[in-house]
């Protein structure tokens, strides 16, 4: 009741603390940055929307992922399959050999990054948004059905002292 009379303009409201409000309003500007940032930072990591909902619905099932070569990888196993076949001893064969072992390299290199990068750098976001903002947002909610409570007891207070000081003049 106390919040539809406000809304309607009926009702006077409890200001909260400016530094409050600033806090709160600090903290929305965060997540909402944190969000954009967090997804961003996936599709970096894993630019192919399939695999990335592929992982994510394995993540909520808590099971592994099946092992997968990624490109460098793939595209150096083709370069070391390819050498063997024309041969070690050639000049095309070994550099295709070479090339393909720098290339499996490069992928080790890229999927270390992006485990290190989930782990490190993806894990706090995600914390942050799943605990610390949630717990924000909860005692906010709280704060405010408080406020309600605080509001909705001043407006009977007032209208309590009004048929009081009415009843004094009317005896």
Not at 26 to 36: N, S
Not at 46 to 62: G, H, M, S, T
Not at 78 to 96: C, K, S, V, W
Not at 108 to 132: C, H, M, V
């Amino acid at each position: 009741l106390q919040f539809t009379e406000e809304k309607l303009g009926q009702a006077e409201k409890t200001e909260l603390d400016a530094h409050l409000e600033n806090l709160l309003s600090k903290a929305e500007c965060t997540k909402l940055w944190t969000e954009k940032i967090m997804k961003q930072t996936e599709v970096l990591l894993q630019p192919n929307p399939n695999a990335r909902i592929e992982e994510f619905v394995y993540e909520k099932l808590d099971r592994k992922a099946p092992s997968r070569m990624n490109n460098p990888e793939l595209l150096g196993q083709y370069m070391i399959d390819a050498g063997n076949e024309f041969g070690p001893g050639t000049a095309y064969g070994n550099a295709l050999i070479k090339c393909g072992e720098t290339q499996k390299r490069i992928g080790a290199a890229d999927r270390e990054l992006i485990q290190t990068s989930a782990i490190n750098f993806l894990t706090p976001l995600r914390n942050f948004i799943e605990g610390d903002y949630k717990t924000i947002t909860k005692e906010r909610k709280l704060l405010q059905n408080k406020r309600l409570d605080l509001d909705a007891a001043k407006t009977r207070l007032k209208k309590a002292k009004v048929a009081e000081a009415r009843a004094a003049v009317s005896r």
